[in-house]
């Protein structure tokens, strides 16, 4: 059982930044997924985490002890590749059995646990074919058993399913979910793909310019994004933001902004006003938050039907009104009389508006 | 609308028939490539089996004649010192290719997966060796043999060789290193083996063809070369192969049946050093290991 704590962790090449001072704490038993766009830093922190890359700044400690300067085999570690990494001269129980092998186990211990992984993953009637002679499924499975075959402090997995066909993918995100709970072990997962991050991590870490953007469980993830990119990362379609001001409105404050005229509460503007300097904000909802209804046209968002989307069990209606975009998600049943062009008006659900500085996009917490 | 399907048929019908005469052309042409290739060292072996007496017959005899002799296949090993020059050969071909490979190998290994100051430079440095004709070395390199005592000898040609055929080994080796994915060299590592034991278990063993046509290579050169033991190998002792083959051309006599069956008796240990690899240069042994 074990823990991982980063601190200042930093990684440039040739004088580039990488991964920028992220400081992170992963309990025992943890599934931690990094999360982000390409060329983020999640996979070299993963690297930087397994030896594989040096860090240039900043500790890495495992279980407490500091591990900078420990080669990758004695971390005690095992990890995943996203394409991967099967030693393609041997067979599936030789792939399974090289950990073990190199730490001098007894053949017979060998055999016990090469049965008891390959009988958990279904690899049982493969054991003795080769890497080539596998379906990607197959291969991946036999890359999750070399890693959980030996017990490790951490698994590291680099994004294990993005060679998998969408069905599969599904599936073995399950799969390794249900793996990790079992077990127990302490997981740090990569990924580029948000709703893999949503469904299996207890802690997600977006990361975007090398830096953490925010590290949360997956619901304060997507209920209080911390900045403007976390809240259009997260979520498909991604959270609405529309620009606005403050505007005064028959004695009350409204946010005012193309298609935009919501009433703020008194509370949030004590909070909202010294945060805002030019006047603008970004307001977010998400697409689920608004309700189509006629009446709130001084009171919500309005906008003409630009885009209709219709996904089965629900549709998405793009809305633009001048500078300002929204999506609103609805039922079929409530999509289906909307014609392009149709003047549309929506009201928004107070306790879900969430407010972001527009200069540095950063949340204003409101209360 | 309803000659359509006879059409159709029709035109299935003619593409096959042009199909078939292609492939005829084609093996025809392979046929004959073959032939041409193949034909000297058929020459070479009738020739040697050829009664003295006939070798200058006109018409020559296209097939080995009914009284063919073998007795040069023996003879050659009393009348020459062919015994010795093979053993020196076999010697300074297999020190030349086994050495070159080894270090070879090194070089590759760190070229292709460190990244160190003057890298680059290092590699450009392999291929200018590349750029100059052999007996342009050849010179300089007497001058140093001579003065450090390596002339006259069997490890001082290797020497020679090596300095020929490490570069060479080294770019083969280094495409066939780049060509292994760093991934499963990292996957070891976190396994629990060492930087070492990675390349021992898993590199190396996936770069077999790789090394065996390196060492092919390495050894068919060493094994033919002429130029470098003729001038730094003077005692016909320590002669190799090809000089040793060279002094039968005498300066009015040349024994053509000696020649060809010295000729034969040279080009078996290169085949079947060939035939021994091959299984390995045509096998890609790294599928399926990783995706994509």
Known sequence: MSTARLEQLSKQYDGHLAVDRINLDIADGEFVVFVGPSGCGKSTTLRMIAGLERAT????????????????RDRDIAMVFQNYALYPHMTVAQNLSYALRLRNWSRADIDRRVTEVARSLDLAPLLHRKP?????????????????????????????????????????????????????????????????AMTMGNKIVVMNGGRIQQADTPQQLYQHPANTFVAQFIGTPPMNLLRCRLEPQDGAIVARGAGVNIPIRLESLTVLRPKIRDGEFLIGFRPEDIVMDPGAAGNGVTGSADVIEGLGHESLVSVKEGENAFIARMSPENAAPIRLGDRLSFSVNPDRLRFFSAESGEAIRVP | ??????????????????????????????????????????????????????????????????????????????????????????????????????????????????????????????????????????????????????????????????????????????????????????????DGASRIGTFFRITLPLSL??????????????????LFAQMFVRQPGNWTVSVGLASFSGEYVTPWDQVMTAATIVTLPAAIVFLFLQRYLVHGLTAGGVKG
């Open chain 2, 209 to 226: 063809p790789g090394l065996a046509s390196t060492f092919l290579f390495c050894f068919i050169i060493a094994w033919d070369e002429y």
């Open chain 1, 57 to 72: 700044g900043g500790e890495i400690w495992i279980d407490g002890k500091p591990a900078n300067h420990v080669s990758p």
């Open chain 2, 1 to 190: 609308m309803r000659n359509a399907p006879s059409a159709r048929h029709g035109e299935a019908f003619l593409p096959n028939l042009s199909r078939i005469a292609g492939r005829l052309a084609l093996a025809a042409l392979i046929l004959i490539l073959c032939a041409i290739a193949v034909f000297p060292f058929y020459w070479m072996f009738v020739t040697s089996i050829r009664p003295s007496g006939q070798l200058f017959a006109y018409p020559p005899e296209m097939l080995p004649s009914a009284n063919s002799v073998f007795s040069t296949y023996v003879t050659i090993f009393q009348d020459t010192a062919l015994g010795t020059w093979l053993w020196n050969s076999i010697r300074v071909a297999l020190g030349t290719a086994i050495l070159a490979s080894f270090i070879g190998a090194m070089m590759a290994y760190s070229l292709s997966r460190f990244r160190f100051q003057g890298r680059g430079f290092t590699e450009y440095l392999l291929l200018a060796t590349q750029m100059f004709p052999g007996i342009l070395l050849a010179m300089p390199m007497y001058v140093l043999f001579s003065k450090i005592g390596l002339l006259n000898s069997l490890p001082g040609l290797t020497v020679a060789y090596l300095a020929l055929l490490v570069p060479v080994a080294t770019s083969l080796l280094k495409t066939f290193f780049d060509g292994i994915p760093v991934a499963l060299e990292e996957a070891s590592l976190i």
């Open chain 1, 132 to 196: 080539s002679q596998l379906s990607g499924g197959q291969r991946q499975r036999v890359a999750l058993g070399r890693a959980i075959i030996r017990e490790p402090k951490l698994f590291l997995m680099d994004e294990p399913l993005s060679n998998l066909d969408a069905k599969l993918r599904v599936q073995t995100r399950a799969e390794i979910t249900r793996l990790q709970r079992s077990l127990g072990i302490t997981t740090i997962y990569v990924t580029h793909d948000q709703t893999e």
